[in-house]
């Protein structure tokens, strides 16, 4: 690869790396922001996966005490990534419709940090999931969220959400999971959330910041993880049934997933439960996407969970995806077939409203020369990210129709905030599942039309690009909700 000119954004994010170091160092680490370390060397590979700590809601209410800050151990080693509470993925908070969920973050990073709770239906608002909260470094703000009593249960995540710097957080490591408990009795016998994440580390531990390639392409790291774990094993019995809560959590990859010689059946979307149990051969999960499945393996041996490479376009010569399957994770079953009751035909689908259409609007994702430091700029109906203006103006209470267009040659995965939406056709032809999500794909140079109930929260929120190199470079827009 030709050595790119440091844009004055690359020379910003390599400082705070500088900074991020030291931090890191004054509590034991030793690391470098330079890449002349050589490749970083997992350890703990072919380890059984492992839960990260779960903090439950009790008595209507889970109040937590999240600390985003440098240095968590990731793939087997000492890193100077970042964490929530130390690890990467931090806590998993799990609540119930009708909980108070009360978060005091607390930044220790070198950056304005702030925090989103992807996929949850909650106020945009004040300290709910307000992503135009700055919290600088060394402050804390306390957040609380008033989850609805009639709220769906399903798995989210949560991340930072601060403009300019959400790709750089994520990629070094701020994520955890959000599951709202806890839905229909399943006849499983394991419930494992499997957060994946990407991620490009130096010999000693550092995060090997973003070239400008990088960020105009959306970047990928050289190393996939599953709850922070490299190639971790599964053990299970076989003809056992398991629920996995996969959780595409990387900054721009898009998983396209496959469990050898097994079947991934897929029960939600986006936490959302599809009308009935579906088998995919191939699960494509956007950035932000998840996927609930259920895995009920047949025999015994080993089986890898594999990302394929998956193309998202490609610009200038440079295209994106790996030349071949990379395995995230192993099932290994072992033992006697054991008896297993078979998934309901049915699951409880959630339905959005079905108001009539009140309005139409389209709204085109576009890329072109000329942005900051000579990169591209990343533009949504060609203006770049404002948070003073407001872009689209929504009465509350109305269902909308939204052509999503996409003007270049990558593939954006359009993310709304708070107000999740059915998707009706799209350029690709894909089959629509009249499941809400609120992650969706659109094709190069293509379409996706929506339906977007805003019948739940008025408000100001944003919906923006997913591939958060691209987010960060100005592809957001506000929405108003009045
Ligand atoms: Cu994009």
Do not use: K
């Not at 709910?128 to 008033?146: H, M, T």
């Not at 000693?204 to 490299?230: F, I, Y």
């Not at 790996?322 to 099932?331: C, K, Q, V």
């Not at 709304?416 to 609120?438: K, N």
Request: glycine share 12%.
């Amino acid at each position: 690869m030709t050595p790119a000119p440091i844009s004055r954004r690359r020379a910003l994010a390599l400082g705070g790396l500088g900074t991020a170091v030291v931090v890191a160092g004054a509590t034991g680490w030793i690391a470098s922001a330079t890449a002349s370390t050589g490749a970083f060397d997992p350890s703990g590979t072919g380890a059984e996966l492992l839960q990260p700590p779960l903090l439950d809601s009790r008595d209507g209410r889970l109040a937590v005490e999240l600390t985003a800050a440098a240095g968590v151990r990731l793939a087997g080693r000492d890193t100077s990534a970042l964490g929530f509470n130390g690890g990467s993925p931090g806590p998993t908070l799990r609540v119930r419709p009708g909980d108070e969920l009360a978060v005091l973050l607390t930044n220790r990073l070198v950056q304005p940090t702030n925090l989103h709770t992807h996929g949850l239906h909650v106020s945009p608002q004040a300290n709910s999931d307000n992503p135009f909260v700055s919290i600088e470094p060394g402050a804390s703000f306390d957040y609380l969220y008033r989850i609805p009593a009639d709220h769906p249960a399903g798995t989210h995540w949560y991340h930072p959400h601060h403009h300019g710097m959400v790709a750089d957080q994520l990629f070094g490591g701020l994520v955890g999971g959000l599951i709202v408990d806890r839905g229909p009795d399943l006849p499983v016998t394991t419930d494992r959330l499997m957060l994946v994440t990407d991620i490009t580390l130096d010999g000693a531990g550092a995060v090997v910041p973003a070239n400008s390639t990088d960020r105009a392409m959306g970047r990928e790291g050289r190393l996939l993880l599953v709850n922070g774990q490299h190639q971790p094993i599964l053990s299970a019995a076989p003809g056992t049934a398991e629920r996995w809560r996969i959780v595409n959590a990387c900054t721009s990859r898009v998983l396209a997933l496959r469990l050898e010689g097994q079947q991934l059946v897929q029960i939600a979307q986006d936490g959302s439960f599809l009308s009935r149990p579906t088998r995919r051969d191939t699960l494509v999960l956007a950035p932000g996407n998840r996927a609930d499945v259920v895995v009920q393996p047949t025999g015994t041996g080993r089986f890898a969970l594999l990302a394929d490479p998956y193309d998202r376009g490609s610009m200038m010569g440079s295209s994106t995806g790996d030349t071949g399957p990379t395995t995230l994770a192993t099932l290994i079953t072992s033992g006697p077939l054991r008896a297993s009751t078979p998934l309901p035909a049915v699951l409880p689908a959630e339905t959005l409203p079905t108001t009539a259409i009140s309005r139409t609007r389209q709204t085109d994702f576009n890329m072109g020369m000329g942005g900051m430091g000579g990169g591209m700029a990343m533009s949504i109906d060609g203006r770049t990210f404002d948070p003073s203006r407001d872009d689209q103006i929504v009465a509350f209470g109305s269902t909308e129709e939204w052509t999503v267009t996409n003007t270049s040659p990558l593939a954006h995965p359009f993310h709304i905030h708070v107000w999740p939406f059915t998707v009706t056709a799209a350029s690709d032809g894909r089959a629509t599942t009249g499941t809400p999500q609120d992650v969706v794909l659109i094709p190069p140079r293509g379409w996706v039309r929506l339906r977007i109930p805003f019948t739940t929260f008025a408000g100001r929120s944003v919906y923006h690009c997913h591939i958060l190199d691209h987010e960060d470079a100005g592809m957001m827009a506000t929405v108003v909700v009045t």
